[in-house]
């Protein structure tokens, strides 16, 4: 058991320290998640605008593509 005054203030001061250094731990983690996530927003928007744009440029190549993509998919899941 801690007597000495002083020993209850160096160890409120350690743990308080290591709180501290969780939180800013937690913060940077939460920062760099964030970026990440923004990253991969920006990411897919390219991706879904070329899709738009290939689409506009193809109209006929993409009804194609869809119908056969449906075709395959209604084939797999009928098998099942």
Known sequence: MISNPNE???TTDRVASKAHDAVDSAAESAARAEEYA???SAHADDAL???FSYVRKNPLISIVAAFLAGLLFSFLKSRQ
Do not use: T
């Open 49 to 51: 605008n070329q899709a």
């Open 8 to 10: 209850h203030h160096q």
């Open 38 to 40: 923004r990253e991969q």
